[in-house]
């Protein structure tokens, strides 16, 4: 229960932080997301390019320089042509959110929880989801613009996982907080 707890904190902080970052600097959030989606296109290239070549067939080999190939290409693309990239990303992320949205709509409905969390954990969920469903229906909204809604989800997403974690640690104590702010038994 302790390490559930803390994992829920450190996920509550980190995404208050890249909340706060995301408002208050979208340019730069927009620019880390396409050098990171680059960065990450060249590792795979030259993932596949190591593989290529301890491949024993032919086959794998000209299949695998191929990938390297193709993720060089959309290397070159996210650093030549970052608005494009970032209209990709956007997408990326809309569908990100919905999945992850109606995952967390589903875990809400398992048991385990308290009210209070299934509650929390749904209305994340939701939001997750509109999130999406909006990106996706308008995803001409800009990058800059996602980058400020991202960062309100992820600080929305931060205080959820604090409150989680505050009432998980409650439940395992036995103890609660009492109107006056002091601790009950």
Do not use: C
Not at 42 to 60: I, N, T, Y
Not at 75 to 89: E, M
Not at 132 to 145: E, F, K, M, R, Y
Request: aromatic letters at 8%; a positive charge; proline letters at 2%.
């Amino acid at each position: 229960m302790k390490q559930l707890t803390g994992s829920l904190i450190l996920k509550g902080v980190l995404s208050l932080i890249i909340g706060v970052v995301a408002i208050v600097w979208p340019e730069v959030t927009v620019g880390a997301f396409v050098l990171l989606f680059a960065v990450y296109a060249f590792l795979m290239a030259g993932s596949e390019a190591v593989r290529a070549f301890r491949a024993k067939q032919a086959g794998p080999v000209v299949g695998r320089l191929l990938l390297a190939l193709l993720d060089v290409a959309a290397g070159v693309v996210a650093l030549a042509w970052p608005g494009i990239t970032a209209l990709a990303l956007v997408l990326v992320v809309a569908a990100w959110a919905f999945v992850a949205g109606a995952v967390e709509v589903g875990l809400a409905f398992q048991g385990g929880r308290t009210a209070g969390q299934r509650a929390l954990l749904g209305l994340t969920g939701l939001v997750s989801v509109v999130f999406g469903v909006v990106l996706v229906i308008q995803p001409d909204i800009g990058a800059i613009t996602l980058a400020q809604v991202f960062g309100f989800f992820s600080i929305f997403s931060g205080v959820s996982s604090l409150v989680m974690a505050a009432n998980t640690r409650e439940a395992a104590t036995g103890r609660h907080l009492t109107s006056a702010g002091g601790l009950a038994a």
